[in-house]
């Protein structure tokens, strides 16, 4: 599978965004997919996931209450809603996908600029 981020953009702290990631091919729906994002100098960290149904999802505990993923299947999109946007949260986001009978995310989007004013 194939993912292409978007969304990203400078907001005012306290705002928010919606990241998109679509994805291409058929088999969309066997992939949990991801969250993560890197901040200048800093390694590239988790943010959320959601699992293959969109049942079951998980958050890094510094987004937790302020983002939420979520997943169209119909749509081959998953989404980052993210509110309470804080100067911290500035990074590149990036999505990821891993197929059903893994734990290691191998497909990787080009990332979405997110940058967050004080």
């Known amino acids: 599978v194939q993912l292409q981020a978007s969304g990203g953009g400078l907001v005012q702290a306290g705002g928010s965004l919606r990241l998109s990631c679509a994805a291409s091919?058929?088999?969309?729906?066997?992939?949990?997919l991801g969250w993560f994002r890197q901040a200048p100098g800093k390694e590239r960290e988790f943010v959320a996931a959601?699992?293959?149904?969109?049942?079951?999802?998980n958050y890094a505990d510094s987004v937790k209450g302020r983002f939420i993923i979520s997943r169209d299947n119909a749509k081959n999109t998953v989404y980052l809603q993210m509110n309470s946007l804080k100067p911290e949260d500035t990074a590149v986001y990036y999505c990821?996908?891993?197929?059903?009978?893994?734990?290691?995310?191998?497909?990787w989007g080009q990332g979405t600029q997110v940058t967050v004013s004080s």
């Open positions: 959601i699992s293959v149904s969109g049942g079951s999802t």
């Open positions: 091919g058929r088999t969309f729906s066997t992939y949990g």
């Open positions: 990821a996908a891993r197929y059903i009978t893994t734990a290691k995310y191998n497909n």
